[in-house]
T-cell receptor
Framework: KAGVTQTPRYLIKTRGQQVTLSCSPISGHRSVSWYQQTPGQGLQFLFE???????NKGNFPGRFSGRQFSNSRSEMNVSTLELGDSALYLC???????????FGPGTRLLVL | GEDVEQSLFLSVREGDSSVINCTYT??????LYWYKQEPGAGLQLLTY?????DMKQDQRLTVLLNKKDKHLSLRIADTQTGDSAIYFCAVGTGRRALTFGSGTRLQVQP
């Protein structure tokens, strides 16, 4: 079974721009979570989606948003990018909210 | 909020046992996880333990939980060079690793 895939793997943007990252969960998985990893703050939970609804949200500003489609694929969007948004963005999927997550390789975003 | 602390670095020789420690603050944490991250890669779930357990063994991995002290440890027996990576401790109140430690970099010397 294929693992969690994230696209693109690498991305360079400039301050003020917006970016959309994509995550395809493992086949059959309906829950998708997003995490941000930075050297300074470590790994932080962004949000989680299940059946196209946001079920849980971390402590991030409203510039960070996400959505989930009917095929369970998920996208996250960051508007008005700041230098501090440079990070590795990890997506994780699970069969349901009650099951263990499996992580993708991440998208590395660099904001200049 | 929840806080999870780990030491930053551990160096061991190949064949020795490695013990990575973690402390957390929220006593209501029900699931405690260990993840491995190799350079340029995402997180790999190694193992997890429920808060009502004291120990879990999975091949070369042994997880010990001391709920009273809110202390979690991961022991890797017969450590190999392929075990060199960053190990993250994470906790959650459900099956969600919501709070992560800063990671322990394990260096295995031949």
């Amino acid at each position: 079974k294929a693992g969690v895939t994230q696209t693109p793997r690498y991305l360079i943007k400039t301050r003020g721009q917006q970016v959309t990252l994509s995550c395809s969960p493992i086949s059959g998985h309906r829950s998708v979570s997003w995490y941000q990893q930075t050297p300074g703050q470590g790994l932080q939970f962004l949000f989680e989606y299940f059946s196209e609804t946001q079920r849980n949200k971390g402590n991030f500003p409203g510039r960070f948003s996400g959505r989930q489609f009917s095929n369970s694929r998920s996208e996250m969007n960051v508007s008005t990018l700041e230098l501090g948004d440079s990070a590795l963005y990890l997506c994780a999927s699970s069969t349901s909210l009650a099951e263990t997550q499996y992580f993708g390789p991440g998208t590395r975003l660099l904001v200049l | 909020g929840e806080d999870v602390e780990q030491s930053l670095f551990l160096s061991v020789r190949e064949g020795d046992s490695s013990v990575i420690n973690c402390t957390y603050t929220d006593s209501s944490s029900t699931y405690l996880y260990w993840y491995k991250q190799e350079p340029g890669a995402g997180l790999q779930l190694l193992t997890y333990i429920f808060s009502n357990m004291d120990m879990k063994q999975d091949q070369r991995l042994t997880v010990l939980l001391n709920k009273k002290d809110k202390h979690l440890s991961l022991r890797i027996a017969d450590t190999q060079t392929g075990d060199s990576a960053i190990y993250f401790c994470a906790v959650g109140t459900g099956r969600r690793a919501l709070t992560f430690g800063s990671g322990t970099r394990l260096q295995v010397q031949p």
